[in-house]
Structure formats: C-alpha cells, structure tokens
C-alpha cells in the first residue's frame, strides 16, 4: 500500500513563497510519475503540476507556469512543490498524487493513490 503525507501549506501573502512536501511510503516510490492537484471551496479539483518518475519530464497547468516548480528526490522518497510569486486565486487545498507509471499525466483519474491534502491560503 502506498501511502502519501503532504505538509509545508500555510498562510502566505500574495506575492509570497511556499514549499509544499509530500513523503510517500513504500519502496517503489522510483517507479511512480507523480502529481500536484489542488480544490478550491465550491470547485472541482484541478491539475496543478506533474514530474516523471526520474524526474526527467515536468509540465504545469498554464495558471503556475513561471511561478510554481516541481521536483522529487527519490533517495527520500519526498516530492515537492515549490511556490512562489503566489496569488490570492491560488488559495486552495493541495493534494499530491502517486501515478503507478513512468510517464507524466495531468489527468486526475490516472492517479491511483492520494494524499489527504495541505490548505494553502493566500492574503491578498
């Protein structure tokens, strides 16, 4: 079973920063592509940002081109998000997602394991 923790969300003013972590358990953490999600109140949950499972392939949903990065470290299992120039619209909780394939997505339902999601919250 694979289980995923994010942590790092937070309070942050429009033009901010924030690192959002999210550790997975398990061994084959090298063999997942994994996923940055997010849902806002009253929305549906949307593709945010997605990395191979070498870390080779990325790509971003346009509204955080620029502005947010991924990455993953597969000696600690971990896979990150980092934040930056944030927007008040970017206010939202954030989900990481594991993809038990090589290649990226930005399909929600090719997600097969999720986290329980961080609260990001952006003043403006």
């Known amino acids: 079973q694979v289980q995923l923790v994010e942590s790092g969300g937070g309070l942050a003013q429009a033009g901010g920063s924030l690192r959002l972590s999210c550790a997975v358990s398990g061994r084959t953490f090298s063999r997942y592509a994994m996923g940055w999600f997010r849902q806002a109140p009253g929305k549906e949950r949307e593709f945010v940002a997605t990395?191979?499972?070498?870390?080779?392939?990325?790509d971003y949903a346009d509204f955080v081109k620029g502005r947010f990065t991924i990455s993953r470290d597969n000696a600690k299992n971990t896979v990150y998000l980092q934040m930056n120039s944030l927007k008040f619209e970017d206010t939202a909780v954030y989900y990481c997602?594991?993809?038990?394939?090589?290649?990226?997505?930005?399909?929600?339902?090719?997600?097969?394991?999720w986290g329980q999601g961080t609260q990001v919250t952006v003043s403006s």
């Open positions: 990395i191979s499972s070498g870390g080779g392939g990325r």
């Open positions: 997602a594991a993809k038990p394939s090589y290649t990226t997505s930005s399909n929600r339902n090719s997600y097969d394991y």
